[in-house]
């Protein structure tokens, strides 16, 4: 589990979600597909990253987790969030090594963490809009 000043962070911050709704004015109908789009979107997000880092792609690998912390911090996905934040850093800290040695590296110590969460993100994300009422404004 992620940490961030020794608390473990929630997989999912229903406030933010909730914040989003007030930035949408309650409207509903955008704030689902919202939802719905970055959980129609993850897979690819997090399969993009798995290959820019097996690849050795730096400026891919980059841009890939750039999308993936920002997508999931837009939704309350914490957990998921912050572990592309500790790959982001990680890949901050090998920029000068030989990406085809290091990101490979990082795919290995973080890719099974990034789908766990990813999927479990998804569940809760989905079970959200399921136990939801579809009202429009």
Known sequence: MTQENGFTLPILDKAVLDRLRDELEDD???????VQDFITQLPRRTERLRAALTGGDMAEAVDAVLSLRTS??????ERLAAIALHVEEALRQATGADPADALPRLAATYQRRINQCGEQTRNLLKALLRDRPNKTS
């Open 28 to 34: 509903e109908g955008i704030w689902r597909l919202f």
């Open 72 to 77: 999931s911090q837009m939704v309350g996905a």
